[in-house]
């Protein structure tokens, strides 16, 4: 049926009277008429023909909203339709929005929460990959805006240790998934870090107040968490994932860019002493290539502070050997106080 009627609505009663049900449709959806022909659908039409306009009906909500609202109902239409992946890339469009938003650091980081629990809905375990390599660039993310708010918000990393120490207790796999291990070794050295930031002020710069508000607290948390379960799971994946991060890693000349870098590539150091065999070494990259990527993260932030640096990583290291050695775990890297690996151990 052909109108030229202004009465959209009228024209479709008329088509709905003589049981053109579908020309009906059609005819709200030229007009733009999106929710009177979803409600028309769901009244006149069989379930399994609702499911094509319905679906028809929706994309169309979709490229009628703006941006932001473009990318939140995308994922709500996706996460209807079990598509996680797909759920998973509209995430990765809202975080990359954020970027280009100053500011926006937390945003990030929740968009990348959201993505992270769409994934764990997944039971594939063709997944795991995108999984845990979500969840190290979260929480690599989750390093840099710690190490620049850390003087104004103390505990925003231990929570976020907690927030993927529960991930890990409430997964049923055997086996954890390696990306969560990955994410609390980060997170864990983070920490330490952290800890060592707010000594070096105390000492330093006589900061009182954050010394009686956060020195016994922070204190706490590190010497508390020496005792890590986790620990025990971490094998030679936990290098690769760890090198996928660091594959598209772009200079920096901020401070907290150029720790986190650092924290990453202590830990690659660490995985490749004690967690990798020679052949998996040969698949990655040479044993060479990784003391020079340490050495020139450890030379970046000296650059910019090179007393906190000192002090950082003469700290950091000795911790962090006991933490080892109290989860019973190889040093033979021989972790020293001074910031360097003796490489033929």
Same mark, same amino acid.
């Given at each position: 049926?052909?109108?030229?009627?202004?009465?959209? #609505?009228? $024209?479709?009663?008329? =088509?709905?009277?003589?049981?053109?049900?579908?020309?009906?449709?059609? *005819? @709200?959806? !030229?007009?733009?008429?999106?929710?009177?022909?979803?409600?028309?659908?769901?009244?006149?039409?069989?379930?399994?023909?609702?499911?094509?306009?319905?679906?028809?009906?929706?994309?169309?909500?979709?490229?009628?909203?703006?941006?932001?609202?473009?990318?939140?109902?995308?994922?709500?239409?996706?996460?209807?339709?079990?598509?996680?992946?797909?759920?998973?890339?509209?995430?990765?469009?809202?975080?990359?929005?954020?970027?280009?938003?100053?500011?926006?650091?937390?945003?990030?980081?929740?968009?990348?929460?959201?993505?992270?629990?769409?994934?764990?809905?997944?039971?594939?375990?063709?997944?795991?990959?995108?999984?845990?390599?979500?969840?190290?660039?979260?929480?690599?993310?989750?390093?840099?805006?710690?190490?620049? #708010?850390? $003087?104004?918000?103390? =505990?925003?990393?231990?929570?976020?240790?907690?927030?993927?120490?529960? *991930? @890990?207790? !409430?997964?049923?796999?055997?086996?954890?998934?390696?990306?969560?291990?990955?994410?609390?070794?980060?997170?864990?050295?983070?920490?330490?870090?952290?800890?060592?930031?707010?000594?070096?002020?105390e000492e330093n710069e006589e900061a009182a107040a954050l010394v009686v508000n956060n020195g016994e607290e922070n204190k706490e948390v590190v010497y508390g968490c020496l005792k890590n379960d986790w620990m025990k799971s971490i094998t030679s994946d936990c290098l690769t994932y760890f090198s996928q991060l660091i594959a598209d890693r772009q200079p920096s000349s901020l401070w907290e860019v150029c720790l986190t870098h650092f924290c990453i590539d202590f830990l690659l150091f660490y995985l490749i002493h004690n967690?990798?065999?020679?052949?998996?070494?040969?698949?990655?990259?040479?044993?060479?290539?990784?003391?020079?990527?340490?050495?020139?993260?450890?030379?970046?932030?000296?650059?910019?502070?090179?007393?906190?640096? !000192?002090?950082?990583?003469?700290?950091?290291?000795?911790?962090?050997?006991?933490?080892?050695?109290?989860?019973?775990?190889?040093?033979?890297?021989?972790?020293?106080?001074?910031?360097?690996?003796?490489?033929?151990?």
């Open positions: 049926m052909q109108t030229t009627s202004a009465d959209t #609505l009228i $024209s479709a009663t008329l =088509l709905v009277c003589a049981h053109r049900i579908h020309e009906a449709i059609e *005819l @709200l959806l !030229s007009y733009d008429k999106v929710k009177e022909a979803l409600i028309l659908a769901h009244f006149r039409l069989k379930s399994s023909e609702v499911v094509i306009y319905t679906e028809k009906c929706i994309k169309r909500f979709i490229d009628r909203s703006s941006s932001v609202e473009k990318v939140f109902f995308s994922i709500i239409f996706n996460i209807g339709k079990k598509q996680w992946i797909n759920a998973m890339k509209m995430v990765h469009r809202a975080v990359e929005i954020s970027k280009i938003r100053p500011g926006k650091e937390i945003e990030q980081l929740s968009w990348c929460w959201v993505g992270i629990n769409l994934l764990l809905n997944a039971s594939s375990s063709n997944h795991n990959d995108y999984l845990s390599n979500e969840c190290l660039r979260l929480s690599s993310m989750c390093l840099t805006v710690s190490f620049r #708010l850390f $003087s104004k918000e103390p =505990l925003f990393l231990n929570r976020w240790y907690e927030a993927f120490s529960r *991930l @890990l207790s !409430s997964s049923s796999e055997t086996t954890p998934c390696p990306g969560i291990v990955c994410s609390l070794m980060l997170l864990n050295i983070g920490q330490i870090a952290h800890f060592c930031m707010v000594s070096y002020q967690h990798c065999t020679l052949n998996k070494l040969v698949q990655l990259d040479t044993l060479t290539a990784y003391i020079d990527r340490y050495e020139a993260s450890r030379k970046s932030c000296e650059c910019i502070k090179p007393r906190e640096t !000192s002090y950082l990583i003469r700290h950091l290291f000795s911790t962090y050997k006991k933490i080892l050695i109290t989860n019973g775990l190889n040093t033979d890297s021989e972790i020293c106080c001074n910031g360097t690996f003796n490489v033929d151990a």
